[in-house]
């Protein structure tokens, strides 16, 4: 069977009385050099474990058991349990499991599946949950990469460098864990039910340490988040609204002593400022 035909696929669906769930975000690719495409940039071999999250009816988990050791695929929807034992049910490298990857302890989970292998996550994110999981899985530091296809403007987003105006905190997250690039678009009409955007493949490289040294983590993302939380305030007054113990004159004293303008914007900002900043306040 062809799995991104919709022909096959649609009388596939019928026969299980699947009907796909708006609330889920579902849309099935219908052509079938994009997860050729996907399994291939993400440099999935035979020494890689892969979590696939999301995998629908199958055509990505597919390409990616042709090439990996290991693909564990996680799903939501127990609905698909009967088509994927159909779709890929054949392949002796697929552990299949239903259940919620935000309830998953992934680096338990890559542990326990991937011994030997180098861990990797691969995935079509829902737009709706495309920030949740993708933070569960940077914060996981479990795995050497993810890929995923995500909306568009949210991979231009993501993979915009900090410091020059278009991303914002998610932005910086992305970029504190990882190193985003964007490998390729992907048309509404790869899809059925058709999207109204176009998606877009990108892929976060980790890192194996952070950018620049912080002495709390916590305390940067606190600065990250009051730096956007309010995009149009100033520098000065998006960190006193975060930081009200510190006060807007101590604020302006600790952007003089970094050598930033209490006039500047977040949105200007590098990692590097972001991380100044932080350890001035700890100081």
């Not at 039910?193 to 916590?218: N, W």
């Not at 004159?249 to 003089?256: M, P, S």
Request: aromatic share 8%; with cysteine; proline share 7%.
């Amino acid at each position: 069977m062809e799995l991104t035909n919709a022909r096959e696929m649609k009388a596939l669906l019928e026969e299980n009385g699947f009907h796909f769930s708006k609330a889920k975000g579902q849309n099935f690719l219908t052509a079938a050099w994009v997860p050729q495409r996907i399994a291939e940039e993400a440099g999935v071999d035979r020494d890689a474990g892969v979590l696939e999250v999301g995998p629908g009816i199958g055509p990505l988990t597919e390409q990616l058991c042709l090439r990996a050791g290991k693909v564990l695929a996680v799903e939501l929807d127990r609905r698909l349990e009967p088509i994927l034992a159909k779709t890929v049910g054949r392949f002796d490298n697929l552990e299949l499991r239903f259940a919620d990857v935000m309830d998953l302890d992934l680096a338990e989970t890559v542990r326990e599946s991937f011994p030997g292998l180098r861990p990797m996550a691969c995935a079509n994110l829902p737009y709706y949950i495309t920030s949740p999981i993708l933070t569960r899985l940077l914060e996981s530091r479990a795995f050497s990469s993810v890929t995923v296809m995500i909306q568009k403007e949210v991979a231009q987003r993501i993979c915009a460098a900090p410091g020059i105006g278009e991303g914002g905190a998610f932005t910086v997250f992305c970029h504190w864990y990882a190193e985003p690039r964007l490998l390729f678009e992907v048309p509404p009409d790869c899809f059925l039910p058709r999207p109204k955007v176009t998606s877009a493949v990108i892929t976060l490289k980790t890192r194996p340490a952070p950018p620049c040294p912080v002495t709390d983590e916590a305390r940067f993302f606190r600065v990250v988040r009051a730096a956007f939380a309010q995009r149009r305030k100033t520098l000065s007054n998006a960190l006193a609204a975060g930081f009200p113990e510190l006060g807007k004159e101590r604020v302006v004293q600790v952007l003089t002593d970094c050598g930033l303008s209490p006039t500047v914007r977040g949105e200007a900002l590098t990692i590097e400022q972001f991380a100044a900043i932080a350890n001035r306040i700890a100081d």
